[in-house]
Structure formats: C-alpha cells, structure tokens
C-alpha cells in the first residue's frame, strides 16, 4: 500500500510543477525578417521566431504583419509546437500593404502569454 500512496503523491507532484514548466517558456520574440515583393501592394514575409515551446500547451501559435496604425495586415497561424527547431522560420505571402505604408511590424504570439515579446518594425523595401 505505501508504494501505491508514494506512487499518487509523485503523479501529483509532476502535475503540480507542469504549469510552471509552461510558464517558464518566456513570450514569443521576433528575432528575423525579411521581405520580397510578390506584385504591386503584395508581400512575401519570412519571420523567424524564437520561443521555447514546451508542447501543445504552451508554443508560439502565430505571428502578425501589423502596420503603423495598428491594423493587422496579415497572420501567420503556426498549427503544432516547435521544441526541436529553434528558431524557425516561416512565410505568408500575399500580405496588402497600403500605399504610403513605409514600415510595418511584425509581432509574436504564443498561447500562454499571447503577445508581449520582441517585435520587429521593418522598412518595406520599395
């Protein structure tokens, strides 16, 4: 019987000290982008993030192109945890940059902590 109670008592302990192990993941930071232009007021954005996903609970989940007055001009949805590949990298292509728009910022988001890293302000290339 002890081994049965010593056995629920460290199940217990694992489960109590798994949300802190999410917590410790720290915010979703915008470390690299590039851009290309794919057509008149079309973008191409590669975004590298870093964050360090500790699973389904807790991985950076997307990424936004945002521009100077806060409109979200495009979002990268991230469908799965990346706890071996870091920093990674991916593209949205087809993001509308209105005319005038000289710089835009591309934030992180992860599902614990939503937004709150390092952003990126970049200078469209035209």
Do not use: C, N
């Not at 979703?28 to 975004?47: K, S, T, Y």
């Not at 991916?90 to 835009?104: F, N, W, Y």
């Amino acid at each position: 019987m002890p081994v049965r109670v010593a056995t629920v008592v460290l199940w217990a302990a694992i489960a109590a000290s798994a949300p802190m192990a999410a917590a410790t993941a720290g915010e979703a930071d915008v470390v690299g982008v590039e851009i290309r232009a794919e057509g008149p007021g079309l973008w191409r954005f590669d975004v590298a993030v870093r964050h360090d996903d500790t699973g389904w609970d807790h991985y950076a989940d997307r990424w936004d192109v945002v521009g100077p007055d806060g409109a979200v001009l495009g979002t990268r949805v991230l469908l799965h945890p990346h706890e071996t590949e870091q920093p990674f990298t991916r593209s949205l292509s087809g993001v509308a940059v209105p005319d005038g728009v000289a710089e835009v910022t591309v934030r992180a988001h992860d599902k614990v902590h939503g937004y709150g890293g390092k952003v990126m302000t970049v200078r469209l290339p035209r």
